[in-house]
Nanobody, 121 residues
Framework: QVQLVESGGGLVQAGGSLRLSCAAS????????MGWYRQAPGKQRELVAS???????NYADSVKGRFTISRDNVKNTVYLQMNSLKPEDTAVYYC???????????????WGQGTQVTVSS
């Protein structure tokens, strides 16, 4: 069984910063990629940022230059440093990991429980 535990959400004023963390644990063979998605009320879940085991990073256009994703492969942990936050960044942020649980298993998506980020104007 795999668990993704997120932390770091909260309430912040516009222009402020927050750092999200997500630790993956359990029966993990290899992690191909980890990332962050978000879902605002009435909207679809969207990719915020992702990083592969090889170190490549991908960002949504709306967060480029403000958010930075990083990963600790030893700890199976991914971080999202969010600076210059805007009210439109308000959403529930979900951690995602694409991983396999043993050498025979396919890669599947696993999700955290979500953490609320609220940016006040």
């Amino acid at each position: 069984q795999v668990q993704l535990v997120e932390s770091g959400g909260g309430l912040v004023q516009a222009g402020g910063s927050l750092r999200l963390s997500c630790a993956a644990s359990g029966s993990i063979f290899t992690i191909n990629a980890m990332g962050w998605y978000r879902q605002a009320p009435g909207k679809q879940r969207e990719l915020v940022a992702s990083t592969t085991s090889g170190g490549s990073r991908n960002y949504a256009d709306s967060v480029k230059g403000r958010f930075t994703i990083s990963r600790d492969n030893v700890k199976n942990t991914v971080y999202l440093q969010m600076n210059s936050l805007k009210p439109e960044d308000t959403a529930v942020y979900y951690c995602n990991a694409r991983l396999s649980t043993d050498w025979r298993s396919p890669v599947n998506d696993y999700w955290g429980q979500g953490t609320q980020v609220t940016v006040s104007s």
